[in-house]
């Protein structure tokens, strides 16, 4: 029997294995099984206790652990890997204090093959555990342990299953915008490191309120010589300064107001990864705190809108980012159905990790009763620097998902 860490892999001997995952409390345990492309083929591929088989692979729940067993000879020569994945059963739990494993058997001798506990959680409420995957014409088991803060529908969107959203609740008619208060001192933020552990939001820094940042031009594109840009709409900055492209770590903070004071605004602030061909690589928001090996991270859910600052920041390493994702869009959405014809004083703003210092800010102008707001895009040049462009364009969207096909399309 082998323990497993994070990342570790074993090449597997037997055709049949059954990964029983095990807690001090009450887990439901999926098997989800994937496309090369990292998505199921239909909804028919999620495998759980409400559809305990697909096509060579198949769900049990036990009193010691819900199992799921995976018959690599029967697996569709079109499915790359199936991933074992573990949520809590109780609404509102996390796995902080709660310590899962993974146990991969002989499905028919029962012999015991490797177990895998997946460190340092907190406050994640589902995992991928493991998955069998396929690697040079035979199979493997791979230690994952990758967390999610919105359970299994949080997975199982990830991986492209179908989960229906909530109607829309009826808006109500617009308020005047409410006076924002003063701007906080700014925070010195600390500089980017890739974790070891589980995802941990960063800290979003309150906005500095130095003097007025120089306008872009009407036309054209411009650098970072000449100190702040304040962007309009569809206008563009080259993310370069001195002749050298910017590639440290910068945090774009997305902020709004309630436009009737006392009223909470619940808004979530996500960006997509996508490659050359606008096909979507990967999404981090609220859900899903950390992508690309933690080169993107997500501070976390701010559920009201009140007070000073950022709402929500996102941390970018742009020298960390993988070469295949060529675009980054920020985008804003209501999952609550609440439209931007009740948000005030929407903006969003670059700033350096590092210093705190302002680099870029786009200040939303307008407003229309829709649900979700493409606000900026990162896209990087041949020449290897990032130009970010204001959008400020309005859809109709509450998740994340709602928004990858019209960001593709702003691309």
């Known amino acids: 029997m082998t ?13 049949r294995v059954a990964v029983t995952v095990t807690a001090p409390v009450r887990l439901d345990v999926s098997g989800l099984l994937l496309t090369a492309g990292g998505k199921v083929r239909s909804d028919d591929d999620f495998v759980f206790y409400n559809q305990p088989a697909g096509p060579g692979v198949s769900h049990r729940t036990a009193s010691d652990g819900d199992t ?9 020569a079109d499915i790359d890997k199936v991933v074992v994945t573990a949520s809590l059963d109780a609404p509102g739990a996390t796995f902080a204090g709660t310590e899962p494993t993974g146990t991969v058997r002989d499905a028919d001798g029962g012999a015991v093959l490797a177990t895998f506990t997946p460190p340092r959680l907190g406050p994640e409420t589902a995992l991928v555990v493991m998955e069998i995957y396929r690697r040079g014409g035979g199979w493997k088991v791979r230690a994952v342990g990758q967390g ?7 997975i199982a969107t990830d991986f492209g299953v179908s989960v229906a959203e909530p109607a829309a609740p009826a808006a109500p008619a617009p308020q005047p915008p409410a006076v924002p208060p003063a701007p906080a001192a700014p925070v010195p933020p600390a500089q980017w490191a890739p974790p070891t552990g ?11 309120a130095p003097a007025p940042p120089s306008p872009a031009p009407a036309t054209g ?4 010589d000449k100190g702040r840009v304040s962007l309009q709409k569809n206008q563009t900055v080259s993310l370069v300064k001195g002749g050298r492209p910017l590639l440290a770590s910068v945090r774009m903070g997305l902020g709004w107001e309630p436009a009737r004071r006392g009223r909470s605004i619940d808004l979530d602030a996500s960006v997509i990864a996508y490659g050359p061909d606008r096909d979507t ?15 993107i991270q997500h501070s976390g859910d701010n559920l009201t809108g009140d007070g000073a600052g950022d709402d929500e920041v996102i941390t970018v390493h742009l020298g960390g980012i993988p070469p295949q994702v060529t675009g980054l869009v920020f985008v804003v959405n209501s999952f609550s159905g609440q439209k931007f014809s009740e948000v005030a004083n929407a903006y969003c703003r670059l700033t ?19 649900t979700g707001v493409l606000m900026a895009k990162l896209v990087r040049q041949y020449s290897g620097e990032w130009e970010m462009t204001a959008l400020g364009s309005f859809v109709d969207a509450r998740t994340v998902r709602g928004m990858v096909k019209p960001a593709a399309a702003a691309l």
């Open 3 to 15: 323990a497993m860490t994070p990342g570790s892999n074993l090449p597997l001997a037997t055709a």
């Open 68 to 76: 799921i067993t995976v018959d690599t000879a029967a697996v569709p």
């Open 148 to 154: 999610y803060a919105d359970g299994l529908a949080g």
């Open 198 to 208: 589980a995802p941990a939001p960063v800290a979003p820094p309150p906005p500095a």
């Open 221 to 224: 594109k411009i650098n970072l």
């Open 281 to 295: 690589i990967d999404s981090c928001y609220f859900g899903k705190l950390r992508i690309l090996d933690a080169a």
């Open 352 to 370: 350096d990790a590092q210093t705190g210092e302002e680099l870029v800010r786009f200040d939303l102008a307008g407003a229309e009763p829709r």
